[in-house]
């Protein structure tokens, strides 16, 4: 009766803890995500590996929901394979995917540097499985129904206090995806529901954002952290753009700027952090298959329809029309 009540969900919780009903979820998520995985090699050529985790961050490209920070921590784990600090490594499939207002110069950059990433890491022999990196052309509608089941971790990563609602964030929680997330727009409703064990919380809190607004200094969170350096001198040093020279100074010089409102670089290091309890969990799939079952489970808050009738006890107090069934 879900499908009429939503608030059935609530009932998979009573089967968290048994074992043949965790294994057929996992099993019908790994069919999700082989579906995903023929999609996005239809759609780019790169082929993803379903035993590693889908990674994925899909909305309009837009500087404060921080695609670009996300594209800063693939850079980092680019770099971690290259140095060979690849210990306990958890296999990742990052996809991002989106569009951008025509005349918004600043989202096309970030969509040529995400592009640009992918090529040097997806062709890069040494990388092999450990990271693949798509930017989904054309995300549609009928893209997302295939991408939201098959999707482990699901990026809602935005400056705290600048995200007005989302919905995506839920689409993927119904999906049994779980969140990794700032305190942000209806990130902060999701946590309260599933609880702080099952979602992975990281950065500035909108009081601190708006505190940090006077006084921001990009420069002191690279000079305190050896892993922001090497992100920064590989995006300077022109890694991902040999053949195109300064293609990316507008966007060193965003991050960069001490008005930059969207705090990209304080967030790195608690966004890298929340990313390695991410990637260890991951490693324990009897654990990350409960998560992902009790992100399903309570997810039936956000149902249009517990919305409208709340709207009607409180607001429109109307007589409401049973629909009869055929």
Known sequence: DWITDLGELKKLENYVEDKNFCKEWAEVKAENKQRLANLV???TGVQFNVNAMFDVQVKRIHEYKRQLLNILHVIHLYARIKAGDTQNWTNRCVLIGGKAAPGYIMAKDIIKLTNNVAKIINNDPGVGDKLKVVFFPNYRVSAMEIICPGTDLSEQI??????????GNMKFMMNGAITIGTLDGANVEIREEVGDENFFLFGLKTPEVEALHHNYLPQTYIQKDDALQRVMKLLESG???????GIFDSILHSVLSPHDPWMTLA????FVDAQEKVAAVYLDQEKWVRMSIINSARSSKFSTDRTMKEYNEEIWKLTPVKIEKN
């Open 239 to 245: 890694e991902f753009n040999k053949d195109e020279p």
């Open 267 to 270: 967030d790195f290091r608690e």
């Open 41 to 43: 090699f239809k759609e």
């Open 158 to 167: 935005s400056t705290a206090g600048k995200e007005a609602s989302g919905t």
